[in-house]
């Protein structure tokens, strides 16, 4: 999934599910 659409998810959900998921799918792509 690209930032851009990880990004406006974080605003809407609580933020911090969502954000350590941001964070796994940005490891698993770098």
């Not at 999934?1 to 796994?24: I, Y």
């Amino acid at each position: 999934m690209p930032v851009s659409a990880v990004q406006p998810s974080m605003k809407k959900r609580d933020g911090r599910l969502v954000s350590r998921a941001a964070l796994e799918e940005m490891r698993l792509m770098a």
